[in-house]
């Protein structure tokens, strides 16, 4: 992409400028980012694989190498090839610009010869002090998904930023440089574990950012790094948090928590409330708190469109008579049915509008799923003094109970006795099938 204006044009001669990496940084990124491992076996034998000296000492899970001194981690499996890939940044000050240059480093150890590391720059984000962001990058093979499939053999010019440039190093390499409007909006030498980019970013332009850092909650730190917009919603919060010296070690729970509170329509401003002592515990109460009242809710919703559609059935006359005498025509010789188990009575129900008064008074769906319509099933219901238990689907093809229901769909009390009396009674039922 050709430059079109200005800073374009700065960043990009400025880019050419920029020193290749120097042999401290090289060294520096070999010592953190490449894995350095010891072999270990049975003979009590060490090889490292940074030079490929070997000696032998009791077993140890990190040793140090008596030839090249570098630590590395023991492995006792039976590989002997390594590959590993990894990103770095360095961090530097150009011209007044603040730049984070991004290398990919690809490590290779294998038995017998000295390790080998291959480094190149994929791509370079150039920082104005009002936060405006220019990306030098080399192109990408358009075909790949993975973050390290960079066209080595195009250049570093300007481009577009895309996912590939969304990479968060690995660690930061060399000695850093930032500019003045970095350090004086808090930054303090460390990036806490942020990607530089985005915390040089946030600090030049988010001043909540900047009051975090300076406060050191460096969890609620690199939190706000991914959830901006949830830092923003509770800020009134964060702030009373703050001045309380309230230390936010696990954000994502306490977030949690504020947002359960202000479900439940709770004082977000309350210390007592949003600041407790034992966070896992006020968190799991509140949260159970939560729930209870979204099903609440969620079941008065549930009830409100059953409602509205019963209405609207209801409403529709003409077809309420229609399937009143369909369903007269289809079960009515069963209607005279009736089973007694001391105070159960079990009856078919005999009309649409039962199905309606039953859904209802049960709050399920034996009218909302229209089994009056079913032609294959008997739908009966268990009345004690005069008042529904439970609904009783009785499949009328091979005489099982398909379900049996109480209110909320839960399992009625009586449950057994009204299965056993349907069932005790099945041939009454198949005399009537065959009438
Ligand atoms: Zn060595």
Same mark, same amino acid.
Request: with cysteine.
């Given at each position: 992409?050709?430059?079109?204006?200005?800073?374009?044009?700065?960043?990009?001669?400025?880019?050419?400028?920029?020193?290749?990496?120097?042999?401290?940084?090289?060294?520096?990124?070999?010592?953190?980012?490449?894995?350095?491992?010891?072999?270990?076996?049975?003979?009590?034998?060490?090889?490292?694989?940074?030079?490929?000296?070997?000696?032998?000492?009791?077993?140890?899970?990190?040793?140090?190498?008596?030839?090249?001194?570098?630590?590395?981690?023991?492995?006792?499996?039976?590989?002997?090839?390594?590959?590993?890939?990894?990103?770095?940044?360095?961090?530097?000050?150009?011209?007044?610009?603040?730049?984070?240059?991004?290398?990919?480093?690809?490590?290779?150890?294998?038995?017998?010869?000295?390790?080998?590391?291959?480094?190149?720059?994929?791509?370079?984000?150039?920082?104005?002090?009002?936060?405006?962001?220019?990306?030098?990058?080399?192109?990408?093979?358009?075909?790949?998904?993975?973050?390290?499939?960079?066209?080595?053999?195009?250049?570093?010019?300007?481009?577009?930023?895309?996912?590939?440039?969304?990479?968060?190093?690995?660690?930061?390499?060399?000695?850093?440089?930032?500019?003045?409007?970095?350090?004086?909006?808090?930054?303090?030498?460390?990036?806490?574990?942020?990607?530089?980019?985005?915390?040089?970013?946030?600090?030049?332009?988010?001043?909540?950012?900047?009051?975090?850092?300076?406060?050191?909650?460096?969890?609620?730190?690199?939190?706000?790094?991914?959830?901006?917009?949830?830092?923003?919603?509770?800020?009134?919060?964060?702030?009373?948090?703050?001045?309380?010296?309230?230390?936010?070690?696990?954000?994502?729970?306490?977030?949690?928590?504020?947002?359960?509170?202000?479900?439940?329509?709770?004082? +977000?401003?309350?210390? =007592?409330?949003? @600041?407790?002592?034992?966070?896992?515990?006020?968190? &799991? $109460?509140?949260?159970? /708190? #939560?729930?209870?009242?979204?099903?609440?809710?969620?079941?008065?919703?549930?009830?409100?469109?059953? +409602?509205?559609?019963? =209405?609207?059935? @209801?409403?529709?006359?003409?077809?309420?008579?229609? &399937? $009143?005498?369909?369903? /007269? #025509?289809?079960?009515?010789?069963?209607?005279?049915?009736?089973?007694?188990?001391?105070?159960?009575?079990?009856?078919?129900?005999?009309?649409?509008?039962?199905?309606?008064?039953?859904?209802?008074?049960?709050?399920?769906?034996?009218?909302?799923?229209?089994?009056?319509?079913?032609?294959?099933?008997?739908?009966?219901?268990?009345?004690?003094?005069?008042?529904?238990?439970?609904?009783?689907?009785?499949?009328?093809?091979?005489?099982?109970?398909?379900?049996?229901?109480?209110?909320?769909?839960?399992?009625?009390?009586?449950?057994?006795?009204?299965?056993?009396?349907?069932?005790?009674?099945?041939?009454?039922?198949?005399?009537?099938?065959?009438?």
């Amino acid at each position: 992409m050709k430059p079109k204006n200005k800073l374009q044009r700065e960043v990009l001669k400025l880019s050419q400028s920029l020193p290749e990496l120097n042999d401290y940084q090289r060294k520096d990124a070999i010592k953190k980012v490449a894995p350095h491992i010891a072999k270990y076996n049975s003979k009590k034998e060490y090889v490292c694989l940074d030079c490929g000296h070997s000696w032998t000492g009791d077993e140890a899970k990190s040793v140090v190498c008596p030839h090249c001194h570098v630590q590395l981690k023991v492995d006792k499996s039976r590989k002997w090839n390594y590959c590993d890939k990894a990103y770095f940044a360095i961090v530097a000050k150009w011209q007044g610009f603040q730049v984070i240059r991004m290398f990919f480093m690809q490590t290779n150890l294998r038995k017998g010869r000295e390790a080998s590391y291959w480094i190149s720059e994929a791509f370079q984000r150039w920082l104005r002090p009002d936060a405006k962001c220019t990306i030098i990058s080399r192109a990408r093979h358009w075909l790949s998904h993975y973050c390290d499939c960079w066209n080595w053999d195009s250049d570093l010019e300007l481009r577009n930023e895309h996912y590939g440039h969304t990479i968060i190093p690995y660690k930061v390499v060399g000695h850093s440089s930032v500019i003045p409007e970095i350090k004086r909006n808090g930054y303090d030498g460390d990036f806490h574990k942020c990607s530089p980019y985005t915390l040089f970013k946030m600090l030049l332009t988010d001043n909540r950012v900047e009051t975090i850092l300076k406060v050191k909650q460096y969890h609620l730190l690199r939190y706000a790094m991914a959830y901006s917009h949830t830092i923003s919603r509770y800020w009134a919060s964060i702030k009373i948090a703050l001045r309380h010296k309230y230390q936010i070690n696990d954000p994502s729970m306490w977030f949690d928590l504020l947002n359960a509170l202000e479900y439940l329509e709770k004082d +977000l401003r309350n210390p =007592q409330l949003i @600041l407790p002592k034992d966070l896992k515990k006020s968190h &799991d $109460e509140w949260m159970a /708190k #939560k729930r209870a009242k979204e099903e609440r809710e969620e079941r008065r919703r549930q009830r409100e469109r059953e +409602l509205n559609e019963e =209405q609207r059935y @209801l409403e529709n006359l003409k077809r309420v008579a229609k &399937d $009143e005498a369909a369903y /007269k #025509k289809a079960k009515s010789k069963f209607f005279d049915l009736e089973f007694v188990d001391n105070e159960i009575v079990i009856k078919p129900l005999t009309s649409v509008k039962e199905f309606v008064e039953e859904g209802h008074l049960m709050h399920h769906c034996v009218f909302s799923n229209q089994y009056f319509k079913k032609n294959d099933v008997l739908i009966f219901h268990a009345l004690v003094s005069n008042v529904s238990v439970a609904t009783i689907e009785l499949s009328l093809e091979n005489m099982m109970i398909v379900q049996c229901r109480g209110v909320h769909n839960s399992k009625p009390e009586q449950y057994d006795r009204i299965v056993n009396t349907i069932q005790s009674n099945i041939p009454k039922i198949r005399q009537k099938i065959a009438s």
